[in-house]
Structures are given as structure tokens and as C-alpha cells.
């Protein structure tokens, strides 16, 4: 009932219920519009006026869209184009000198024009720059995604001016505008309060600067709540839900709302609308430690952000309950921003209940990994924290700054010259013993490595080639060959333009097609979607690591696509699906369940594929987000290891681990990385132990619906497991079937690798031929000793099977019985064929 109060409020809030904005001055242009285009239920009502009048030249066609279908599209019905550049001048008078800051926004979406056109606006690419007291690039190279996007700016202002907008196209392409938005903003909206720094680079001194720098709005949240549109909104913004952006597992966060009305003590509701302080999510403390949550875990939202770049923060509270309504209780809790603390033991509690309070933080987005915002548990408090609203605002440096910068860049690199030149000398000898290498793959480029060049855009991700010379342009991305990239028509073709019938799965990425190329190639095509939870770089990282390594149990790309907006991966197509959904998924519904010989011969080609990963490559490569859904089966139920989005590079040599902002599926995450944030090897062997669980006991990791005991299954397997009954957790399909020995082996396997600790559990080398072992009792019915170990064997063997007493822990060879597979060395003897398996007369 609450939810669906808060869903009318924000739906059919009435405009009298909020106070008008009304700006000393504003400029709405629908561009390319014959007439004016009213939306009278914005607060205050507002009217686009045609835009001729404000054009500096004359000779920008007005393009007009083939279809508008919809009462908001009548702005988007029109739109100003050209294969040249072209600008708007709006000229204003504040008398009260009362603008610190304008608000600019720009509306692009692009449409099938209604007569034809010398200018395409469905694949414009250009920039857009600012000039008012100062120069501003505020986008380049931008492509708008083809759904439509709404940019959103704030510029430094001064008392009067004559403010230019200028759209430049890139060679041999078009540049184009639907709608302008100009305004000045509330005094109150911008560096009217203290600015926390946090991070690395807190203390850089480019931070005095940032109010003299635009900003770009990436993301905004109604933290808890509905989306909040710009009617309901006093200065026409729209706030979107926070769910797709929640990490971490279900039940860690519970909604808090309140009807009683916001109290604004020091500002007013133009920071932000009553209906984001209205709806909260805190964290849930009565779920911690219950086996669904792990005690005091953070609830924690992650944005993908342009490494290295600057970023304004900002969080809105508000505290429901009054300060005096629970004698000595308090709540406080920390905050984090940018995968550091931002404020310790933070109490939110005002004088008056319902009073709302916000905290802007300085944060540079981590050069590896997303930026994240956490509220957690302090040690000084029980209580849960919460969050009501999040804004997060990209800085935007003027040019003639970026341009004193260069000239200190070249002034320092004009006198270290002269030391580098002496020290060339000393690298010769380096550059010699590099080149004996060259015959050796490239290595994986780290997570840390130069930014990529592609960037990203807010409110959807825009994939676009970088156009600047010496940025960006040895990127990983670089050593990808040019013949992997699949044009999208080509992709449009082959899925029937994405045909919800040829949908064969969602993920975190996005959503997954069958198809066929034009050579008959039957393929998976993995397309992004705009909320999705992952992005650039974890597209990056998949392309990177599939066009390296090549083995029979690691899917192969055949491609990617990155036109349009468009983040796009192409894989070969695995006919049987995951493996979950031969366990207990919905593709399992009337299909005879797996047998216990091939959930084995599964289990051991993931093993495979994981080991070659870990061992069989020229550097070490941690999957990161091993499950049951990232196992796929093919023909004859081969299994191969997907989606290497998370994929990193492991510790170099010397090293025992690395330090990573955590990742990963809830469930399956490795807790002693979970709380060290220290990511190793032994990471995937946690992950594949809960996988082997699943595998005995086909249901889900991580069950709500059950008793308390049973929601985690690795908990509740390893319990049942160390009692001696695994009749009461395997799956009852297979019991008649499974010889003993081979399940009591597997068990054991998958136990030892869920130890609390790393260097508790097995290499996966050491798991790959416990499995084969397994599937050689399977095959023989070897009897045994129930409590023998699988390296001391008696006389019980039939004569045809080979017995190693003893293992070494490594060799210097390795061969495969794979001629797809590449020989390597120096990678134990996992994959030895007289090592690692015991070889029957009957064979496999």
C-alpha cells in the first residue's frame, strides 16, 4: 500500500502542491520547429519557440521526422541539422547578478527524416562547445544513442552576457539539436555549502578550480523511489529509479518512506523535489548475519565513470525519525565514494525531524573498476544508514585551463628531455632482450592500463573510436584485430533486428539472441542495454581476453560491434544452453535431467577451461564471475566457460595477490576477497566449489523462499556434507545412479574449495583431477574404504586401470589430449594424461 501511495504521488502530484521555479530570464528553442510547442503540465508551464531568430547562420536545414508518435515527441517532430558547423547566440541581462551557474540542456534524438536529406542525423557525430565568460568543450565526438538522450550542463555565468552554443560535425559527418534549454540556476544548487574530498587525488590542487569548470549531470537517482519526471520536478529534471544500479545481493537494502511533509531548513525544494526525500533505501540490519546477507554489509551503488576523470558527488538525506523519539539511539554510518571514505561515523540527524540535508563530495573516478557510493555500519552505531537521492556530476574543465595545462605539460617535458635522452643509453640493452620476445602473445593488458579509447556517455553508453591524437591510442583495445568488428546491419540481419523471438537470455550485460551471418556462422548475439549494470569497460575487457586465448572450454568471440550507441558481442552459439538451466532452470521443464557421468564430464570441462585460464596463458587470468549460468553446453553437453566482462589480470610475479574493487554474482563470491578485497586465483576455486554444489544438489545458490538454514546452499551443502548425509542434499534424480565413492569424492572436492581462506583450498589444477578421479569411479565402480584417500589405492582396482600413489605439485610439461587446446609450459600436471586421470579400458 505504501508503494503504490509513493507511485501515485510522484504520478499525479498536482502542480500547486510545489512552489513555480521562476528564472530571472530563460531560453526554450524547439529547433527546427514552424511553431511553438507548449507542455503545460511542467511547473511552471513551459513553451519551445521556433529557433530561427537565435541561429547565426541562416542556411541550418530544418529536418522534419517521418513518425512522431507521441505527445512528447511533438518537440522531438523537427530537429536543426548540418554537415557544417553552426551556432545559437542568447543574449541575457541578469540584473541581480544572482546566476553563479546556467543550465543548459540539449535535447538529441534522432529520426528517419520525412522527405529525403542531404544530412543523416541517425549517424551524426560531432561536438558540442559553450562560451560565455569562458570556453567550454562540453561534448566530443558524440554520437546520441538512438533511443534519445537528454544532455544536461551547468555552466559558470555572470551578471550579463551573450552566451554561444556551437555544434561542430566530425569529418565527413553531420551534426544536429532538437531542442535547447537555457536558465539560470538557483544561487543555492551549486558549491553554496562545504565540498568533502575524497580519494587519491583528494588534495590535487585542480580542486580550488572546480567552480570555475562546467559540469555535466551523468546520473540521477530517486534513491528507494519511482522515477520522478519533469512535471513533478520545480526545475523540470528527472530523477530515475536507483534499482539498476544497486549491487550486491537481494535483501541487503529495504524501502523507507514517509507522508509527513519535508522540512527545508537552510534551502528550498529546488535542490531537489519532496517526493526524493519522501522514499529512502536503507540498509536492512535485521537480514545481516541470517545467511541471506553477510553481516555488516554495505549497501552500494556502481556507476560506470571515465577513469581518472573528476567528479561531483552528491548524496541526499533525510531522517525520518525525530532526534528525541528514541532516547540515546543515534543513527550514524559511514560513507563511501570513489571506493574511499567520505565521511566516518556520519550522523544525518537534524534538529527537526523530516528536515532534508545533502553532502557533495569531490571524487576521480579509479583508474580499474567503477566509481561506487556505499553507506555501511559504524562501529559506533547498530542502527542501518539510508540514502534518499544521488547526483553525480562530471567536471568539465574550461579550455583556456586545459590549455595552461599543456603548456606546463611541454614546459616540464622540454627540460626532463635532456634526462630522458641520457637515459636511453641504459635502455638499449632492455629494448635488445625485448625484442628475443616478440615471439611470445602480447600479454593481457591490466585493469590499471592507459584509458581507453573509447569513452562513454551518460544515461545510456555511446561506444565512439577516440578522433584525438596521442589519447587513448595504445589502448588495449588496439591490439584487437579490425577484421572481429561485425557491422551492425549485418547483426540487425542475422537476429531478425533483434526479434523477441530469437531472445534465448537476459543478463547483467544485456540480452542475448540467437542468429545466423551471412556465411551460415550460427552465432549468440550480446547486446547492452541501456541499464544495464555493466558497460564499457567490462566490454572491453571481453574483447580483450576472448581475441587472446583460445581452448576448447572457453566460448570463442567471433565478433563485436560498437556503431550507433551500440555495445555488441558475438559469440559462438551453444546449442544446450547453461548449465542452470539443465539443473533446475525453466529450460529443464519435460527434458530428462543430466545423468551423474555428464554433470561430471561438465563439471571437469569447466575445470579445463578455468585451469588454462588460471595456468595456460602467458600471464595469469582470474575469471571473476565463475556460476552456473556463465557455463554453457554445446553439442554432445561440452561445457565452456563464458562472459569474461569481469575478467582480471592476476598477481605478477612475486606478488600474492590483487587489489580490486570487489566483483563478482552473490552467492558465489568469495568471501575472504570480499572482505579483503585482495583477489587471487583461489577466488575462481571458491566460486566453482559453490558451482559443484549446484551441480550435486540442483537448486539455486541463494533461495529466500526457505528456511532460514537452507537460503545459502553453500552453507547449508558443506553442513550436510561434513555430517556424513549427502542423501538429504543431493539431487534425488541421480541417487540411483551415482556410485558412492564417486559422490562422496565430489563432495569433498567442492568442500575443500569453499575454505574461509585462500591458501586453504586447492588450485583448480588440483580440483580438475579430483573430478576425474571421481568420474573414474564413476565408470569403474572401483569399492573402496569409505574414508580412503584418493591417493592411497588398494588391490581392489581392476588390472586395466593406472594408479598414481603419489602427485607432484608441478612439471616442467604439459600435454593435451586436445588438438584445439595450445601447449604451454610450465603449468603443472593437471592436464597430463598420465597424471591427471586414470585410464579404463573402456575409455571416455
Not at 560531432?126 to 569562458?134: N, T
Not at 529546488?270 to 537480514?287: C, F, H, I
Not at 564430464?601 to 549460468?629: F, M, P, Q, W
Request: charged content about 20%; aromatic content about 10%.
Amino acid at each position: 500500500m505504501a508503494v503504490l501511495v509513493l507511485l501515485l504521488l510522484a504520478t499525479f502530484l498536482p502542480s500547486t502542491a510545489l512552489a513555480a521555479f521562476s528564472p530571472a530570464f530563460s531560453f526554450f528553442l524547439a529547433c527546427g520547429a514552424g511553431s511553438t510547442v507548449t507542455f503545460p503540465r511542467d511547473n511552471p508551464a513551459r513553451t519551445f519557440t521556433p529557433d530561427d531568430r537565435y541561429l547565426t547562420t541562416k542556411s541550418v536545414a530544418a529536418v522534419t521526422n517521418a513518425s512522431p508518435n507521441s505527445a512528447a515527441s511533438r518537440l522531438y517532430a523537427a530537429a536543426r541539422a548540418s554537415s557544417s558547423a553552426f551556432s545559437y547566440r542568447l543574449s541575457f541581462s541578469d540584473s541581480a547578478g544572482q546566476a553563479a551557474f546556467l543550465v543548459l540542456r540539449l535535447h538529441f534524438f534522432p529520426f528517419s527524416p520525412a522527405s529525403p536529406s542531404t544530412v543523416s542525423i541517425s549517424s551524426a557525430r560531432f561536438a558540442v562547445s559553450v562560451r560565455l565568460q569562458d570556453a567550454y568543450t562540453v561534448l566530443s565526438s558524440f554520437s546520441p544513442p538512438s533511443a534519445g538522450v537528454v544532455k544536461e550542463f551547468f555552466v559558470p555565468a555572470g551578471a550579463s552576457g551573450e552566451f554561444r552554443v556551437t555544434f561542430t560535425p566530425d569529418a565527413g559527418s553531420a551534426a544536429f539539436v532538437n531542442a535547447v534549454e537555457l536558465f539560470p540556476a538557483p544561487a543555492e544548487l551549486l558549491w553554496n555549502g562545504s565540498v568533502t574530498p575524497v580519494g587519491a587525488g583528494a588534495a590535487a590542487p585542480d580542486k580550488a578550480a572546480w567552480p570555475k569548470d562546467a559540469l555535466e549531470t551523468v546520473y540521477r537517482l530517486n534513491v528507494g523511489g519511482p522515477e520522478v519526471t519533469k512535471e513533478n520536478d520545480t526545475l523540470w529534471r528527472t530523477w530515475l529509479p536507483d534499482d539498476p544500479f544497486l549491487f550486491g545481493p537481494a535483501g541487503a537494502s529495504m524501502l523507507q518512506n514517509t507522508t509527513t511533509a519535508i522540512v527545508y531548513a537552510t534551502y528550498t525544494r529546488e535542490l531537489a523535489p519532496d517526493v526524493v526525500y519522501k522514499t529512502q533505501r536503507a540498509a536492512n540490519v535485521s537480514a545481516a548475519g541470517l545467511g541471506a546477507v553477510p553481516p555488516r554489509f554495505n549497501v552500494t551503488w556502481t556507476f560506470s565513470a571515465e577513469p581518472g576523470s573528476n567528479y561531483l558527488v552528491r548524496l541526499h538525506f533525510c531522517d525520518y525519525e525525530p532526534p528525541s523519539s528514541v532516547v540515546g539511539v543515534v543513527i550514524v554510518f559511514n560513507v563511501f565514494v570513489a571506493q574511499a571514505i567520505g565521511t566516518q561515523d556520519f550522523t544525518p540527524t537534524q534538529t527537526q525531524a523530516n528536515t532534508a540535508l545533502y553532502m557533495d563530495y569531490e571524487a576521480t573516478a579509479p583508474i580499474s573498476g567503477n566509481l561506487t557510493v556505499s553507506i555501511g555500519m559504524s562501529a559506533k552505531s547498530s542502527q542501518g544508514g539510508f540514502l534518499n537521492g544521488l547526483e553525480i556530476m562530471k567536471v568539465r574543465p574550461s579550455e583556456s585551463r586545459g590549455s595552461s595545462r599543456r603548456v606546463l605539460i611541454i614546459a616540464l617535458s622540454t627540460v626532463l628531455g635532456a634526462s630522458v635522452l641520457a637515459a636511453a643509453a641504459l635502455c638499449l640493452f632492455f629494448v635488445v632482450r625485448r625484442k628475443r620476445r616478440m615471439a611470445r602473445p602480447a600479454p593481457l593488458e591490466k585493469e590499471s592500463s592507459k584509458p581507453l579509447p573509447w569513452s562513454q556517455e551518460s544515461f545510456g553508453w555511446v561506444l565512439e573510436p577516440s578522433s584525438r591524437s596521442g589519447e587513448g591510442t595504445t589502448g588495449a583495445m588496439q591490439r584487437v584485430s579490425t577484421q572481429l568488428h561485425i557491422p551492425l546491419e549485418e547483426l540487425r540481419s542475422a537476429t531478425d533486428n533483434f526479434h523477441e523471438r530469437n531472445l534465448i537470455g537476459v543478463g547483467g550485460f544485456g540480452n542475448v539472441y540467437r542468429g545466423a551471418l551471412r556465411d551460415g556462422t550460427r552465432v549468440a548475439v550480446k547486446r547492452a542495454t541501456r541499464a544495464s549494470r555493466q558497460g564499457l569497460p567490462e566490454f572491453q575487457t571481453e574483447i580483450v581476453v576472448l581475441s587472446r586465448i583460445r581452448h576448447r572450454h572457453l566460448v570463442s568471440l567471433i565478433g563485436y560491434c560498437n556503431e550507433q550507441a551500440e555495445m555488441i558481442l558475438v559469440y559462438e552459439y551453444m546449442e544446450k544452453g547453461t548449465l542452470r538451466s539443465h539443473l533446475y532452470g525453466p529450460d529443464s521443464d519435460g527434458e530428462a535431467p543430466l545423468s551423474w557421468k555428464q554433470r561430471l564430464e561438465v563439471c571437469i570441462g569447466a575445470a579445463r577451461g578455468l585451469h588454462y585460464l588460471h595456468t595456460g596463458y602467458s600471464e595469469n587470468i582470474i575469471h571473476r564471475d565463475v556460476k552456473s549460468t556463465n557455463i554453457l553446453l554445446g553439442d554432445g553437453f561440452i561445457a565452456k566457460v563464458a562472459d569474461f566482462g569481469l575478467s582480471r589480470i592476476g598477481p605478477s610475479f612475486g606478488e600474492t595477490h590483487v587489489s580490486t574493487a570487489v566483483k563478482g554474482s552473490f552467492g558465489y563470491l568469495d568471501p575472504e576477497y570480499f572482505k579483503t578485497q585482495q583477489l587471487t586465483d583461489r577466488s575462481d576455486v571458491y566460486s566453482f566449489g559453490v558451482v559443484l554444489f549446484e551441480v550435486l544438489c540442483a537448486r539455486p545458490v541463494i533461495d529466500q523462499a526457505l528456511e532460514r538454514d537452507q537460503i545459502n546452499l553453500a552453507e547449508w551443502a558443506v553442513g550436510w556434507q561434513r555430517r556424513g548425509q549427502l542423501d538429504r542434499i543431493a539431487d534425488p534424480r541421480i541417487l540411483g545412479e551415482v556410485n558412492e565413492n564417486s559422490l562422496r569424492k565430489f563432495a569433498e572436492t567442492a568442500e575443500r574449495c569453499l575454505a574461509d581462506y585462500g591458501l586453504e583450498r586447492p588450485s583448480m589444477g588440483d580440483v580438475l583431477w579430483n573430478l576425474e578421479y571421481c568420474l573414474q569411479l564413476q565408470e569403474t565402480h572401483v569399492r573402496r574404504d569409505a574414508f580412503e584417500d584418493s591417493g592411497a589405492v588398494g588391490a581392489q582396482f581392476p588390472e586395466d586401470v593406472v594408479v598414481p600413489r603419489w602427485v607432484p605439485l608441478s612439471t616442467s610439461f604439459m600435454t593435451t589430449d586436445d588438438p584445439d587446446d595450445t601447449v604451454v609450459t610450465d603449468v603443472g600436471v593437471a592436464n597430463s594424461k598420465v597424471f591427471s586421470q586414470l585410464s579404463s579400458g573402456e575409455g571416455r
